[in-house]
């Protein structure tokens, strides 16, 4: 009995979805619309993140020291800036460490390199890369070093040409962070308003089939299984045509959010992404349909 | 079968009361043929209704096999109506289904098997003359055949009870005449009627028990009745 309510609910519910033409279309597209909307609200804060994450990968204050500082004190310089609670990691980069890296760099550069060779001493300094856990930690761990009892062996700290990029990350992500959560829940309750109210309207124009159906004695569930599955398979089209047009839609928004240079860097993780994006809007079209089509059809149901 | 016991039934509507039965009181044994009749507004619906249990009456008692049917719960609902055969006015068909799906639907919902469908439907539109109409659309067809394919959907799982309310009123009198004939073959093979109509001439044909209401009280009940009010 079970099983024969279910393959026939089931396939009155295709039915009314392949009959109703353009409610069907309708209902669709509302659907697709509302997650639509929904995952580009939740892909540019995941565009953010990887962006943001990649920059603070990338990112790190230089502290160079003057030639003549002794290499234990650069040590001790080390182990200080590592208390504080600020710095995730410091690292030593000897003047020897610092030639080979320069000479890897440009090993495709003979003249550059020929250039370093002709000088006798080591032109490099040493330094001290520190990374922060928090990028907006920057500027207070250089003003500390830059106020500490190390100043006068310091011969830079290249921190100003970094201050650009990681003020516009801060600022960008701080934005999509609040305007994102505003929105989303927003659109959220947007569309499953409408969402509901399309079904209602297809429940609506059932009114007499669901009346006869109640007078021939069909069980509730019976009545309100075909519009549950309706639901879902609005939701699966919606789902489906709503990924395929994230892609295109993303490839052009996604620049004015986190700055063209970082893109390609973006899309490739967005790729791994979308399995997920996909499985979840299909997941939350279901659902939609399903939540929207029991309210729908709950007053249908009195006696 | 069905017992009224002092049934009132007060329809709400703001602060508007209307009173549409007041004390009525009946029986009706199995395989009886009853026709309720009277003007519009005298009730003979919502008497219908309340033994399809679509309304619940505001006082009194409504037996069904010796079940108050009053206080049924609506998880029972469909269980009672599957009881029932119940035929309308204006046909009520699903008019995205054929004929044959119209009435192999009434069987679906009771969860009868594939097999036992296959069997039934093409035998009962046999029965109500529409064997070579199964494949149509409600839209293709006249409304007495309509009102058969009705008949067909209310009897095809076999109710002990068929309830008809004003099922000639939309019909000419010749197709309306029919329908009423294939009533009482029914009800010759054994299966309860209860008739509602202000159709006096049908009335007067079928020579069964007739129950008259007026401004929702009962005013004759006569074994042999004819319409007279």
Request: hydrophobic letters at 45%.
């Amino acid at each position: 009995m079970i099983l024969l309510t279910l393959t026939r609910t089931l396939k009155s519910g295709f039915q009314n979805f392949f009959r109703n033409g353009s409610l069907t279309v309708a209902a669709v597209s509302i659907l697709t619309l509302a997650l639509l909307i929904i995952s580009i609200i939740i892909v540019l804060s995941i565009s953010a993140n990887l962006g943001l994450k990649y920059i603070q990968d990338k990112i790190d204050i230089r502290v160079y020291f003057k030639s003549d500082v002794e290499e234990s004190q650069i040590m001790a310089f080390r182990s200080e800036i590592q208390k504080y609670k600020e710095v995730k990691s410091a690292e030593y980069v000897s003047k020897n460490k610092a030639l080979d890296d320069f000479k890897a760099n440009n090993a495709a550069k003979p003249d550059i390199l020929k250039a370093i060779e002709a000088v006798e001493t080591n032109p490099l300094l040493a330094s001290v890369n520190i990374k922060a856990v928090d990028p907006e930690q920057y500027e207070v761990i250089a003003k500390s070093i830059e106020n500490s009892s190390y100043k006068d062996n310091i011969a830079s700290i290249n921190y100003q040409q970094y201050k650009l990029v990681i003020d516009r990350f801060n600022t960008t992500i701080k934005t999509i962070r609040k305007t994102g959560a505003l929105l989303f829940i927003l659109f959220s309750l947007i569309a499953i308003l409408i969402t509901f109210n399309v079904i209602r309207m297809t429940i609506y124009n059932h009114g007499t089939e669901i009346e006869i159906m109640r007078l021939v004695g069909a069980s509730n569930n019976f009545i309100r299984l075909p519009f549950v599955f309706e639901g879902v398979i609005y939701g699966i089209f919606a789902a489906v045509i709503a990924s395929i047009l994230l892609f295109p839609i993303m490839k052009i928004v996604t620049p004015y959010v986190v700055g063209s240079a970082y893109v390609k860097i973006i899309q490739a993780d967005f790729v791994r992404y979308f399995i997920l994006i996909f499985i979840a809007q299909l997941f939350l079209g279901a659902l939609l349909g399903v939540i929207s089509s029991l309210l729908a059809i709950r007053r249908y149901l009195k006696i | 079968m069905i017992e009224f016991k002092n049934v009132k039934k007060v329809y709400q509507s703001g602060s508007i009361n209307t009173v549409a039965l007041d004390d009525i009181s009946f029986l009706i044994e199995q395989k009886e043929f009853v026709s309720f009749v009277g003007h519009s507004g005298a009730g003979k619906s919502t008497i219908l209704k309340l033994i399809y249990a679509e309304e619940k009456p505001t006082a009194g008692e409504i037996i069904f096999n010796g079940e108050d049917i009053s206080k049924i719960k609506s998880k029972d609902l469909p269980y009672h109506r599957r009881r029932i055969g119940t035929v309308f006015q204006d046909f009520k068909l699903l008019t995205k289904k054929t004929i044959y799906e119209n009435v192999a639907f009434a069987l679906e919902v009771s969860g009868h098997t594939n097999r036992e469908i296959h069997e039934s439907v093409p035998q009962i539109l046999e029965i109500v003359g529409l064997g070579s109409k199964a494949e149509s659309y409600p839209h293709e067809i006249s409304g007495g055949e309509q009102q058969r394919v009705a008949i067909a959907r209310a009897l095809v799982h076999r109710p002990a009870l068929i309830i008809a309310d004003e099922p000639t009123g939309n019909l000419d009198p010749i197709s309306a005449w029919g329908i009423i004939q294939l009533l009482i073959k029914i009800n010759k093979l054994g299966t309860t009627v209860v008739l509602a109509t202000h159709n006096k001439e049908v009335v007067n044909n079928i020579k069964k028990r007739v129950i008259t209401l007026d401004q929702g009280k009962i005013i004759r009940d006569h074994s042999k009745g004819r319409y007279a009010i």
